[in-house]
């Protein structure tokens, strides 16, 4: 696999680069990815680190200028000298920053002769951020994972930055990804009104409509799935042949639809709490 000829294996893997010295020069050349400043690596030279008290005439230490590191200590040859990154972020390959494309913008278009005169470079910036978000609309593709621990609720609130979902799954005790189904079979009300005893609304003293809980809500949260599934339960073995035991092995009990004949559960979108809730047998 090749790094876009950029950097060698060490620098990416390892986060740092070696050089042998060869007694002659105590200069080297990095080849980092992004070059880094004299506060953001530690040398070494034979395993022994060596430092620079910021103070004074630099006499002792290292000190970086653009990709030249200078070793200010005495080399003999075949010294090794090791310059390592205190931070390392892999895959950062993949992505050009707003930096780099507001610097290329100014030197390709910018100048005396070229399509742009003059020009700010805080609008440069400005209109560089708007394309990135007009393409993030149609084009980029985004997706996070979130991960939490279902409560006895049986629901998830929305993610702050939420949009729309991929996919929804539980992780079972194999740390086996199963996918939670959307259902068709109930719904979330967005208003569930509260009524009196004869069935009439009940308003408030402005003339507001009152909402109150849910009752497709409770119901479904208490339905055991098992009667639309056809999963088996520990009351089935009581009474059933081994003969049904294999019909139901073999998708063949009575009424089974594809939609629901699965025990990963369901779950719904409720816009009006703003979570996603879930069938009962998700409670494991």
């Known amino acids: 696999m090749s790094l876009l000829g950029t950097v060698t294996e060490e620098n990416y893997y390892n986060g740092s680069q070696t050089f042998i010295a060869d007694g002659s020069t105590a200069e080297f050349t990095l080849t980092f990815e992004t070059l880094p400043t004299t506060n953001q690596v530690r040398v070494y030279v034979n395993n022994k680190e060596i430092t620079w008290d910021g103070i004074g005439p630099q006499t002792t230490g290292f000190n970086i200028s653009g990709s030249t590191i ?141 909402e109150g809980s849910s009752v497709t809500e409770a119901r479904w949260k208490a339905f055991d799935t098992k009667n639309i599934s056809g999963d088996l339960s520990s009351e089935d073995s009581l009474y059933l042949t081994t003969a049904d035991y294999l019909r139901s092995d073999y998708g063949q009990r009575y009424g089974a639809t594809p939609e629901t004949t699965q025990v990963n559960g369901f779950f719904t979108i409720n816009e009006r709490t703003g979570s996603f809730s879930f069938s009962s047998d998700l409670i494991r």
């Not at 985004?142 to 996919?167: A, C, F, H, R, W």
């Not at 068709?184 to 308003?203: G, H, I």
């Open 70 to 210: 200078r070793i200010y200590e005495t080399l003999a040859t075949n010294d090794v000298v090791e310059v390592k990154l205190l931070d390392t972020t892999f895959g950062t390959y993949q992505y050009t920053s707003i930096k780099d494309i507001v610097d290329n913008f100014m030197i390709a278009y910018v100048g005396d002769g070229k399509l742009i005169d003059h020009v700010a470079k805080s609008d440069i910036i400005f209109h560089a951020k708007r394309g990135l978000q007009e393409f993030s609309y149609d084009v980029l593709k985004t997706v996070k994972l979130q991960e939490i621990e279902l409560g006895p609720s049986l629901s998830m609130p929305m993610p702050q930055d939420y949009v729309n979902y991929v996919k929804v799954c539980y992780i079972d005790s194999s740390g086996v990804r199963r996918i939670i189904y959307p259902t068709r079979l109930t719904t979330n009300p967005t208003e569930p009104m509260l009524q009196d005893d004869k069935y009439n609304y009940v308003f408030d003293d402005a003339g507001n409509a009152i």
